[in-house]
């Protein structure tokens, strides 16, 4: 079975086609085909465990085995969760529209945020969707992260309390970002101008999640430069990889010319529906070829967690025992438990 997965496009013109050509167990589109349901059961020809028939893992990839890792079925701890020992910074990337980067960003960090750490959240999409599910104003003209990227503005200055998250702050995206593309072309150091605004506050954080536009542009790059961290959420639909080795790409040429530390630290499976044998073909083709930077949780479809940002509120809060809401809580259990053994992990994995 092979859904989509972009190989190298020197290896194969069609690297980026969907499905690829002359496979004879590839076809993801036939749900109901009876042949394809009886190789439920049976190894296929090609074992997908074995590690020499999978593609070169990215580079840019953290692919060290991450112990302790809480499996699905286990609740999340009510108390304090673990705090990493850095600020960590997250870069929320995918330039794929839809696949659940701000529905993601903005659960995370509330649920992070109920267990004890200081959270801030970075809206760099001019939609401003993540200022929207936070409640936080981002009319026109408000101080914004368009004053902190393009007139220097501090960026505590900007970022807003999230009503009901006590520990939740977010630096509001309006449209004026919009702008924001063009005028930093001309600009000194227009990749790092996000980078050197955090250095000062990202020490009074325990998180900071940078929220991307759908684009690869000089926005994004400023959110990968910031960072340390990508998460990349991967929506269980037909089209999900596609794009996918171009982001890897972009977070390469970025980790290679200014940001050394950069890395996948995190993929999410988004809007995940366990009827459809497809979702479970991506989640597969992902977890095969990512391993373990693949969150264990995924989250499924859900109707609560659509429509929670129509009140201004996350899932966490506006239905916090709805099935979305659970994973959600979960997922980010998992997160935080990753900061635990990332230390032991640059240490030539050595266990905490
Ligand atoms: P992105 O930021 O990548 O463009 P969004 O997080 O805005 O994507 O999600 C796109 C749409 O899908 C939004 O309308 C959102 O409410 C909805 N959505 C996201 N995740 C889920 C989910 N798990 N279940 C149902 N709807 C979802
Ligand atoms: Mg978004």
Redesign the pocket.
């Known amino acids: 079975m092979n859904v989509g997965w972009p190989r190298p496009a020197s290896d194969d013109p069609s690297a980026l086609g969907w499905p690829p050509p002359d496979t004879d167990d590839d076809d993801v589109s036939r749900e109901t085909d009876a042949d394809l349901v009886s190789r439920e059961t049976e190894p296929g020809p090609v074992s997908r465990e074995t590690p020499t028939a999978e593609p070169e893992e990215p580079s840019v990839v953290d692919a060290a085995p991450l112990t302790d890792l809480p499996p699905t079925a286990q609740r999340v701890p009510s108390g304090p969760w673990p705090l990493p020992p850095n600020p960590r910074i997250l870069g929320v990337a995918?330039q794929?529209?839809?696949?659940?980067?701000?529905?993601?960003?903005?659960n995370l960090a509330v649920a992070l945020a109920q267990h004890g750490a200081r959270v801030l959240v970075v809206d760099l999409?001019p939609q401003g969707?993540?200022s929207t599910a936070f409640s936080v104003e981002h009319r026109e003209g408000t101080p914004s992260i368009y004053d902190v990227l393009v007139h220097g503005r501090p960026l505590d200055e900007v970022a807003a309390p999230v009503e009901g998250v006590p520990q939740l702050r977010c630096a509001p995206a309006t449209i004026d970002l919009a702008g924001a593309e063009i005028e930093l072309v001309s600009m000194v150091a227009r990749e790092m101008r996000l980078a050197r605004a955090l250095t000062g506050v990202a020490a009074d954080y325990d998180y900071v999640f940078i929220?991307c536009p759908?684009s690869l542009g000089l926005l994004t790059v400023n959110a990968l430069v910031a960072a340390r961290e990508v998460l990349i959420?991967i929506?269980c639909e037909f089209y999900a990889l596609e794009g996918l080795s171009q982001l890897l790409r972009n977070i390469e040429l970025v980790r290679a010319h200014l940001n050394p530390a950069l890395h996948v630290s995190t993929i999410l499976l988004?809007?995940?529906d366990a009827r459809t044998r497809l979702a479970e073909q991506v989640a597969e083709e992902v977890r095969n070829h990512f391993g373990p930077v693949v969150l264990t949780e995924s989250?499924?479809?859900?109707?609560r967690?659509?429509?929670?940002?129509g009140y201004g509120q996350s899932v966490m809060t506006y239905d916090p025992n709805s099935r979305?809401a659970r994973?959600y809580a979960q997922a980010a259990y998992e997160l935080a438990g990753r900061a635990a053994t990332e230390e032991g992990h640059m240490n030539e994995g050595t266990s905490s």
């Open positions: 995918n794929k529209g839809g696949v659940g980067k701000t529905t993601s960003t903005v999409d969707n993540t929220d759908p959420p929506q988004t809007m995940f989250i499924p479809r859900s109707v967690i659509s429509e929670a940002p979305g994973a």
